[in-house]
Each structure stands twice: as C-alpha cells, then as structure tokens.
C-alpha cells in the first residue's frame, strides 16, 4: 500500500470514526428502519472511498450528510410512504429511567416522524449540532429557507397536544 491510499484510508477511517453514529441517527429519523438507515449510512461511506480529501477540504460532515440524504429519499421514493418510528432503543443504565426515556423519546420521535419530510429533515440535522448554513448546504435549500422551516417544525411540535401535555407533566 502506497502512502497516498494509507493516507486516504486513514481519511475514510477518521470520516467513519466522527459521522457513522450521527449518520444513522439521521437516517433512521428518515427512515424509521435501522437497517435501511445503515445502508444508507453504508452507501455514504461508499461514495467517501471514491472522494479525495482534498476535494472535500473540510467538507466531509456536510457531504457525508448530503449522501446520506440522498440516498434516504430515494429509499422513501421507494418505499411511497411515510411511517412513523415507533423503535427508540436507548442504553441507560437504570432500567426505569431507561423506559421513561426511550418512551419519551419514542413520543417525540413520533411526533416528528409525522411532520413533512423537509421539516423532518431540517430538524433531524438541527438536532445533530448542525449550523443552518450547513443543513442549506445538506439540502439544497437556502439557509434562509431553512430557518423557517425549522422554526415552523418546532413551533408545529409545541403546539401539538402531546407536546403540551409533555411539557406540562
């Protein structure tokens, strides 16, 4: 193996290391299904491999992302529907705080699963830590079209009635 692809392995392997479990919680937010979600994530890292990291020059999470959604709407193309999650599994320690925050996460992971796909989208990235300048970038969409719709999804989740009966619990 020559320097420049143990280089680029190193690349990908890094890539991997930082994106491939916020990957699959983005797609699987699309999704609903874990195993669609890492073919998906599977198929990013795929096209990674043909990518020099020069062309990408710190782009990497953002086109990752863009692959990755790509992909997810060609899936849901696919499938012509629109599911909603109802599988959140979460691994804290404590079984009884685990079943109240898997339920509550299941809850609002349902609620968002029913919002319209670019709302859906938009927030599934604005909740990985994500700028809107970089969810424009991931989507196509303008940043100042993505600052509205993320503002209209989670002011369509606050005034959902189980939000607001959460919120007030």
Not at 31 to 56: M, N, T, Y
Not at 63 to 73: D, E, S
Not at 141 to 150: F, K, L, Q, S
Request: glycine share 6%; proline share 5%.
């Amino acid at each position: 193996m020559d320097a420049q692809s143990d280089e680029r392995r190193r690349w990908v392997l890094q890539a991997l290391e930082q994106y491939e479990a916020r990957l699959l919680r983005f797609a699987a937010r699309l999704l609903h299904d874990e195993d669609s979600a890492r073919d998906a994530v599977q198929h990013a890292f795929l096209r990674l491999c043909g990518q020099s990291p020069q062309r990408l020059d710190g782009r990497v999470g953002p086109w990752l992302f863009a692959v990755c959604r790509n992909q997810v709407v060609d899936l849901l193309r696919r499938r012509g529907g629109n599911e909603v999650v109802t599988d959140c599994p979460d691994s804290r320690p404590d079984p009884a705080d685990a079943a109240e925050r898997a339920e509550l996460y299941g809850c609002v992971n349902r609620l968002v699963g029913q919002l319209p796909l670019p709302q859906r989208e938009a927030v599934a990235l604005w909740s990985e830590g994500f700028s809107y300048r970089q969810i424009a970038e991931t989507t196509g969409a303008g940043e100042g079209n993505v600052r509205v719709i993320v503002h209209r999804a989670l002011k369509s989740l606050r005034r959902n009635p189980v939000t607001q009966r959460l919120l007030n619990s």
